[in-house]
């Protein structure tokens, strides 16, 4: 079963991570190496940091395993 979360700061976005990673046994070097970003901006962005870039999070979060899904929230459908 999957798990959802729904995240509105960058905190939230890092304590997520960070725990994603640790039920995983990974290390943040494990992570970074995955990533192709160093140890430095997973731990960073870890804690929050709101100037994380974007390309660079998204990898993060493909190598942890988890999907970024955006829902709109007032039901309309953009797509058509």
């Given amino acids: 079963m999957t798990e ?3 995240i509105h700061t960058t905190a939230q976005l890092g304590e997520r991570l960070r725990s994603a ?4 046994g990974l290390r943040l070097d ?5 990533a192709g970003v160093g140890i ?9 940091k709101p100037t994380a870039r974007l390309a660079e999070t998204l990898r993060v979060i493909d190598a ?4 970024l899904r955006l829902d709109d929230a007032h039901g309309d459908d953009a797509d058509g």
């Fill in 4 to 6: 959802s979360k729904e």
């Fill in 21 to 24: 990673r640790r039920a995983r």
């Fill in 30 to 34: 494990d992570v970074a190496l995955a």
């Fill in 40 to 48: 430095r901006f997973v731990s960073e962005l870890e804690r929050g």
């Fill in 64 to 67: 942890l395993g988890l999907r």
